[in-house]
């Protein structure tokens, strides 16, 4: 017995000898300024390791107990410019280290983690990403995430009814079933929720918006081919808040209210913390031609959501969010009283609830594993309806109104691990990452009256694994590979892809990739709306037998930017090629027995799209900033479509303009005043009419319609006040949104109405003016 006392107290001194060796009283202290003022809870840290802190509400930091050596010592903070410095630490000194920060105003160089799965900046990751943030939203003024996606080269918000305002989101020319929205990286927007979903979401959840143009971004599976829209909702990063009223006056006529709210806390240690917003909306219908039918629907939306944070310990963390949204929207004829007794129109309230979790833990310096898990639920009542002529007819139509339910669920879990290899096979570092996830959506949409029933329920297994391997400091090779099991699809679905990054000059990366994807032969947002067109409605169905549409990807890109210590200039050059094969295509079956038209999805053979994107940016002594982008492209298909049985078909995508861009200015003459002046360029296309003979209010036949090209012209002013009391601002602004009113003027008129006749700026000239109270 005294002999294990004995050992035990000798292995007790041999622990405590050995913990008082690991505490050599190594300490940095030091501040963090920017144009002269302190900046609180700046991320300090040693590269590579795991020690670090954040400066106090004074911008002073400590960092105690470290180890010895030659390490990089990191100043790090949201808005600004990363510094590094070399220190060398010794036992029992302590070293003071200040930081001056540069404000980054162009963020050339941000981290981003859309384009490989795992954080990466800008100018290392071989895949392009382009970063929407908080700062060119407010510029544009958008209060959703569908106003703020096109100020994104290659990218195009589209109406596509004139009645509900249906949307989609437009990528390299092709549609919106093509392109994969994620919130925080995760697959919760299903094809229901797709329909009106990037309007519902307000631009106070966003902290930034990334973007993938192009098959490069396949490892998130099907639906992926044109690109992927990743909205990374906002986590705090100190203590603040923000209102802000924004009301608009639609053409001088109908007025459209939006006030959104942000709370953000961190806890004293800030190993903890919340951001909180709330949005609200209600805007009127909008009649544009006088006939008693609107072109913008009506709409109240009240939403509210909250992410948050909690670190474990210094190697683990949880991440949540959770949001809810309760939109109504009413269009087409303007009356009161229930939406059957209008003689069209359609009504929708939606009721949404999203959340995620996500579980990460730094399993060592090298190794990093993340477990999550996301989900939607949605429950809507809809109606969409147009009244018969005949009183028969008439009556039983009232008696049995078209109204509609649906319900939709999406939940994915999976996992990820990513490791990193110094000297793989004797060159510079792998990165691996291996992940699994498994997604379900489960969709039903019915309408008794129209005999309409989408009762569908997909399952996607999918598995993958990454190399992201930086062969030398100017050069890196990124391969992967993704196996898909879905249950509309009878056999493994195998997608590689390689991109390789090369940069010649510290100024310049040059870019090539290559890849694969595919659709699943699935119902998706496009094929749920139901629209008005020949005097009836007009629904989609799947063919039978309907196979996987597969795709293959390649582009090629030149990025430049030239910093000096008061400018930077720069510009991206890409040009892109995409392959369908089995190509889905919309082709008129004829119509129901009660007299509705019925387009087919079907397979139609290949088609290709192709083009070139070009991007330039410009930052000249943080007062004058400018970014544009242009893209020119063509999309065909091999075999020409029938859209109409009343007309031969054509080999072009419709809808689908040839050239698009948009551009931004801003200038800070001062640092109270702000102006801002934007646009969106959208070349012609063609459009289909279907029309109505005998009817007044539409074409007499089928006709293809080329539209004119339009310029959206946006201009916003604004003028800051200090409140130091209170360590607030006030900001004042106003603006216009499509200045010189480049509106569309021909619609079609009455309840008969084609109401995907419908084309150009999402709405007319609108003046606008607000508030925002923020510290």
């Known amino acids: 017995m005294r002999k294990l006392a004995t050992a035990l107290i000798i292995l007790l001194l041999s622990v405590n000898s050995v913990i008082a060796q690991e505490h050599n009283d190594v300490v940095i202290t030091g501040h963090v300024v920017s144009s002269g003022e302190h900046i609180p809870f700046v991320n300090i840290f040693l590269e590579n390791t795991r020690f670090g802190t954040t400066t106090d509400v004074t911008g002073h930091y400590m960092l105690v107990d470290l180890p010895v050596g030659e390490y990089t010592l990191v100043a790090k903070m949201v808005g600004y410019k990363q510094k590094k410095q070399k220190v060398v630490l010794k036992a029992g000194e302590t070293l003071e280290v200040k930081f001056d920060l540069e404000e980054d105003v162009i963020h050339m160089d941000e981290v981003v983690i859309t384009g490989t799965k795992t954080f990466k900046r800008q100018t290392e990751s071989a895949v392009i990403v382009n970063v929407l943030d908080a700062k060119t939203i407010e510029k544009v003024a958008a209060q959703t995430i569908s106003e703020s996606l096109s100020f994104q080269p290659g990218l195009r918000m589209e109406t596509d009814c004139q009645t509900c305002n249906y949307t989609q989101l437009r990528m390299n020319g092709l549609g919106g079933a093509y392109s994969q929205i994620l919130i925080n990286s995760r697959a919760v927007f299903s094809p229901l929720t797709g329909l009106y979903g990037l309007e519902q979401l307000p631009t106070a959840l966003a902290d930034r918006i990334e973007v993938v143009r192009g098959g490069g971004s396949a490892l998130y599976g099907s639906s992926a081919i044109g690109g992927t829209v990743n909205i990374i909702t906002k986590l705090p990063q100190r203590n603040s808040y923000e209102v802000t009223s924004n009301n608009q006056l639609i053409s001088g006529d109908a007025l459209d209210y939006n006030v959104n709210a942000t709370l953000t806390a961190l806890s004293q240690k800030r190993n903890a913390g919340m951001a909180m917003y709330a ?187 990454q190399s992201d391997w930086s062969l030398t400091r100017k050069t890196t090779l990124l391969a992967g590979v993704r196996a898909d099991q879905h249950n509309y699809v009878d056999k493994l679905i195998i997608n590689p892809r390689v991109s390789l990054l090369v940069k010649p000059h510290q100024n310049t990366q040059l870019r090539l990739s290559w890849s694969t ?167 012609s296309m063609l459009v289909p009419h279907y029309g109505l003979a005998g009817d007044p209010g539409t074409p007499e036949q089928d006709q293809l319609y080329k539209s004119d090209s339009f310029l959206e012209t946006n201009l916003k002013a604004g003028y800051t006040f200090e409140l130091k009391r209170i360590d607030s601002s006030i900001q004042l602004f106003a603006g216009f949104s499509n200045l010189f009113d480049n509106y569309q003027d021909n619609f079609d008129s009455g309840k008969n109405r084609d109401s995907g006749f419908v084309y150009g700026p999402s709405k007319p000239r609108t003046f606008y003016f607000g508030i925002k109270l923020f510290n």
Do not use: C
């Open 279 to 465: 949005f609200h909306r209600d805007r009127d219908a909008y009649d544009h031609n006088n006939d008693n039918f609107s072109e913008l629907p009506q709409i109240s939306n009240n939403s509210f959501g909250i992410n948050s944070f909690f670190k474990i310990n210094e190697d683990e963390k949880l991440e949540a969010n959770f949001s809810s949204t309760h939109e109504y929207r009413y269009g087409g004829e303007m009356i009161d009283g229930p939406a059957f007794m209008a003689k069209q129109s359609e009504e929708r309230t939606h009721d949404i609830i999203m959340g995620g979790l996500d579980y990460e833990n730094n399993l060592s310096m090298r190794t990093n594993l993340i477990l999550y898990t996301a989900g939607q639920y949605t429950k809507r009542k809809h109606f969409t309806g147009i009244a018969p002529d005949g009183d028969q007819e008439l009556t039983d139509y009232n008696n049995q109104p078209p109204y509609g339910h649906s319900k939709n669920h999406t939940f994915q879990f999976g996992t990820q691990l990513n490791h990193a290899i110094n000297d793989f096979l004797g060159a510079g570092t792998n990165i691996f990452t291996f992940g699994a996830e498994y997604v379900t959506d489960d969709v039903y949409d019915q309408i008794e009256a129209y005999n309409y029933l989408i009762d569908q329920n997909t399952r996607n297994f999918g598995a993958f694994v």
């Open 517 to 683: 994807g595919f659709r699943a032969p699935q119902a998706f947002d496009a094929d749920m709306h139901i629209a008005f067109a020949g005097g009836g409605i007009q629904t989609v169905e799947l063919a039978d037998q309907l196979e996987e549409e597969k795709s293959q990807s390649w582009s090629a890109s030149l990025n430049w930017d030239r910093p000096t210590e008061k400018h930077i200039v720069g510009f991206t050059l890409e040009g892109f090629y995409t392959q369908l094969k089995n190509a889905f295509v919309l082709e008129e079956l004829g119509n129901d027995s009660n007299g509705n038209s019925i387009l087919e999805k079907r397979n139609g053979g290949n088609s290709q799209v192709y083009g070139a994107t070009f991007e330039a940016r410009a930052n000249f002594d943080r007062k004058l900033q400018m970014e544009a982008g242009l893209t020119l492209q063509k999309s065909i298909y091999d075999e020409a479509v029938a859209w109409s049985e009343e007309l031969p078909g054509v080999k072009d995508y419709l809808r689908t303009p040839e050239s698009y861009g948009y551009y931004t200015f801003s200038w800070t003459p001062a640092q109270k005043i702000s102006l801002s002046l934007s646009g969106v360029y959208t070349g």
